[in-house]
């Protein structure tokens, strides 16, 4: 049995480290602002606001920054899947890594490794999206669209409701707009990037087979997305199996994808049938 590789990925790209860490605070402050700035009016006149106002807002944003905080973690520093000479049925050979690798698999660069079925590197986390932390990359994107679009809701309602602003400094006021504008720019980004992988894994691509095929374009930023055939289609539940793990328990869960199977190659039709691809089987691999 083959473990996970947990060999150091992170910080090799200064610039990446860099967003990476803009990204965290960014993330820390949102909290820190709701807290203390935003929710403390209700927090301290709760006769202000409807009843249970501020236990409702606060169990909300408190869940959804969790989720946020805590897949940005995970994809940022677990592994996301490292191809090893010790891989069945190899396809491919990396003349930078020496090693021979299955299909789908790609030699990031930043990350100085073959990644198996890297998507992309993601310059948020500084470090590959592949195999093993795509699922806690979209769970990441999808708590920051969602958890920043609440950010902003409740901004815009704390500055426009009935209690007493405790923004009365010029500069803490233009710092918390600045604030408030540049979580809603990023959620809208994390909210259009969720569409685009949600189209490309209905069909079984990876962001890096796409921009291949297409060309690097910023078309998802309007939920545009070319269309494209890939030969590893097979439906679209399978499709996202193969992401996010035939464990239905854990599905909505930011819990690692129970996806290992695919560490020895992809199906392509007609060689697995839907009915194969939803059954439990033995893991080939396990931690």
């Not at 998507?119 to 990441?140: A, I, P, S």
């Not at 409740?154 to 408030?180: D, E």
């Not at 089987?281 to 396990?286: I, K, R, S």
């Amino acid at each position: 049995m083959a473990k996970h590789d947990h060999d150091s990925h992170m910080f090799e790209d200064k610039p990446s480290q860099k967003v990476f860490m803009f990204t965290l605070l960014m993330t820390i402050f949102c909290f820190i602002s709701i807290y203390f700035v935003v929710l403390e009016d209700p927090r301290s006149h709760p006769d202000h606001y409807p009843e249970y106002y501020y236990e409702f807002w606060l169990a909300v944003y408190f869940h959804v920054w969790s989720f946020t905080m805590y897949n940005l973690l995970l994809t940022a520093f677990k592994s996301p899947g490292k191809t090893t000479k010790n891989q069945i049925n190899p396809n491919e050979f990396c003349k930078r890594c020496n090693i021979d690798r299955i299909e789908r698999s790609h030699h990031c660069t930043a990350c100085k490794q073959c990644t198996l079925r890297m998507d992309h590197h993601c310059r948020w986390t500084n470090t590959c999206v592949g195999l093993r932390t795509h699922k806690n990359f979209l769970w990441y994107i999808f708590y920051t669209g969602f958890g920043g679009s609440t950010h902003v809701f409740l901004c815009i309602t704390y500055l426009l409701g009935p209690g007493p602003s405790t923004l009365s400094n010029i500069l803490v006021k233009g710092l918390f707009y600045m604030h408030a504008a540049i979580v809603g720019f990023f959620s809208y980004f994390c909210l259009t990037l969720l569409v685009f992988q949600v189209k490309l894994i209905s069909s079984n691509i990876s962001s890096l087979e796409y921009f291949k095929e297409m060309g690097v374009n910023f078309g998802f930023i309007l939920c545009k997305v070319y269309p494209m055939e890939s030969r590893y289609d097979q439906g679209i539940i399978p499709n996202f199996l193969q992401v996010i793990g035939d464990d239905v328990l854990f599905w909505l869960f930011p819990t690692e994808a129970r996806n290992y199977k695919f560490e020895t190659g992809y199906p392509k039709p007609p060689d697995v049938s839907s009915e194969d691809i939803l059954a439990h089987g033995e893991f080939l691999f396990e931690d």
